[in-house]
């Protein structure tokens, strides 16, 4: 698993490195363009007010993050969840004019994980212990997942075998790529009073592809000391669906178990024990696919700040949201407690198969995650700042979240940046989050097959959780390092551990690096 991992690291990295290299030079490109076009029109227009963004910025972030757990939501709520994860995005602010602001931002995001690759546990084999043919397992896998047999007519002279929830397997689904883009412009009032933005976004990856997009408007009273914001953001998303492989390959038999991908393969009841496949009673699971292959949020953003004194600052933010459509995962396996467990692999390791020693059977799905197809969330959420002294600022927040699902959460989040010379600040923060569980969850094997909706995601459990980090930050307040038009600003590094009290921990690595050009 670990030389795997690494491997898959190994050419994510160097995927990302390429990435980012590329925009990187568009974007400066894009920069330099606009910081050429606002001085031209500057200059002839004559206006000697002060610019909202005096010279074009570049800000860069790359993150590692690297998670392990026990309740993957894709193999019904057991099994790995181990996933590392390698992001890089670029931000370019460019001016344009005395009054508007460009925004274009790229992100690329490269994941590997335990979980998903188990959309498709199986690998075939022929009787005598070997690949059908000489090619990878990654082939068999793909040959697999679109219902094909490896080597000969369909069913002829071979087997399927079986990962575990636990251990990670070759198909596709292991890796994928988020590539992400947002350009987004904001322009202010002569008296810096009123800003009014707006942006587009759109997004994509492995099964899912998304289109969004706001407008905004910030309003100054009391000479500054008081903001008022409102926004609307929508996003219209749409599947492009993935099922569990077993799914797939009974809804291409036509529930024939004799046939196709099933021929020759034995599937074992809960005591390991092959089932006649021609009986009654028989594995039967639910097929039909999603039947709304779009989900679209709705959101609105509100928000009052206030400064209160010479020292604190406090802000009030309302985000209600309303998200239609299909709102399930289709890749996540849900297993009933009322029906009949069904198995394919290695019969000796039924007894244990929901303990990680298990590496060679798999159960097979009962049915895909069903949620309702609307949700209404309602966040709530106070933010206080407050100057202690010179050297330090204490940062206070607090968010009350409830939504139509029965989720309830809590979060706590505490800051103290602390000032440490002229140059450096040290970020220690700690954040505290609870919430009750879903009315639609179940663990695994507890959810009733008469029921209407049914998740065994535990993002949607009963849950306490903790993090801890730490930052540092370092500014170069007179931007002496230079390179050609590029000008360093500042650079920080933060360390983040997450832990929840159900078996999941995580790390998180950023680095960020700004940039002004002159």
């Keep these: 698993m670990l030389k795997v991992v690494n491997q898959v690291g190994a050419v994510v990295v160097i995927r990302l490195m390429k990435g980012v290299i590329i925009i990187f030079a568009v974007l400066v490109s894009f920069a330099l363009f606009g910081q050429n076009n606002t001085a031209v029109k500057s200059d002839s227009v004559k206006l000697f007010k002060k610019r909202v963004l005096e010279n074009a910025e570049i800000d860069i972030l790359a993150s590692f993050y690297k998670q392990q757990g026990k309740n993957a ?46 959309l498709n546990p199986f690998k075939q084999k022929s009787t005598d212990g070997d690949d059908d043919d000489d090619d990878d397992d990654d082939d068999d896998d793909k040959r697999l997942a679109s219902g094909a047999s490896s080597g000969g007519s369909p069913g002829d002279k071979h087997k399927v075998t079986a990962n575990s929830p636990w251990i ?22 002569d008296d810096r009073n009123t800003i009014i933005s707006t942006n587009f976004s759109v997004a994509t990856e492995y099964d899912y592809n998304s289109l969004g997009g706001s407008v905004g408007i910030i309003k100054l009273f009391n000479k500054k000391n008081t903001e008022i914001s409102f926004g609307v953001d929508v996003f219209f998303d749409k599947w492009l669906p993935q099922y569990p492989a077993e799914i797939n390959h009974y809804r291409d038999a036509e529930g024939d178990l004799e046939s196709g991908f099933f021929k020759g393969t034995d599937i074992l009841d809960k005591n390991g024990n092959p089932i006649d496949k021609t009986g009654t009673i028989v594995w039967q699971p639910n097929t039909d696919g999603i039947d709304e292959d779009s989900r679209n949020t709705f959101a609105l953003s509100m928000s009052l700040s206030q400064i209160l004194g010479r020292r604190t600052q406090v802000a009030v933010f309302f985000d209600p949201t309303l998200q239609k459509g299909w709102l399930a995962n289709p890749m996540q396996r849900v297993y009933f407690s009322d029906v009949d467990n069904y198995y394919i692999g290695n019969p000796s390791s039924v007894y244990y198969y929901d303990h990680p020693s298990n590496t060679d059977v798999f159960q097979l799905a009962d049915d895909i995650e069903r949620l309702p197809a609307t949700r209404l969330k309602f966040p709530i959420a106070v933010r206080m700042s407050h100057y202690i002294n010179e050297f330090m600022i204490l940062k206070l927040y607090y968010r009350y979240y409830f939504d139509d699902w029965g989720v309830k959460s809590n979060t706590i989040n505490v800051e103290l940046p602390i000032k440490v010379g002229d140059n450096f600040t040290l970020y220690p923060n700690y954040r505290f989050y609870n919430q009750s569980a879903a009315k639609y969850f179940n663990a695994y094997d507890e959810a009733l097959s008469s029921s209407e909706f049914y998740t065994s995601d535990y993002d949607l459990a009963k849950f306490i959780s903790n993090q801890y980090g730490l930052g540092i930050k370092y500014t170069d307040r007179l931007t002496k390092l230079h390179l050609w038009k590029v000008a360093f600003k500042s650079i920080s590094l933060n360390y983040n551990y997450y832990r929840r009290n159900i078996a999941f921990d995580a790390h998180i690595v950023s680095l960020n690096i700004k940039f002004i050009i002159n």
């Design 168 to 189: 990670a397997s070759s198909s596709d689904a292991k890796e994928d790529t988020w590539y992400g883009v947002n350009i987004g412009y904001s322009h202010s009032s």
């Design 73 to 118: 939501a894709v193999t019904g709520g057991i099994g790995s969840e181990e996933l590392t994860n390698l992001a890089s995005s670029i931000n370019v602010a460019i001016p344009i004019g005395d009054d508007g602001v460009l925004t274009i931002d790229a992100t690329i995001s490269a994941y590997s994980s335990a979980s998903s690759s188990n």
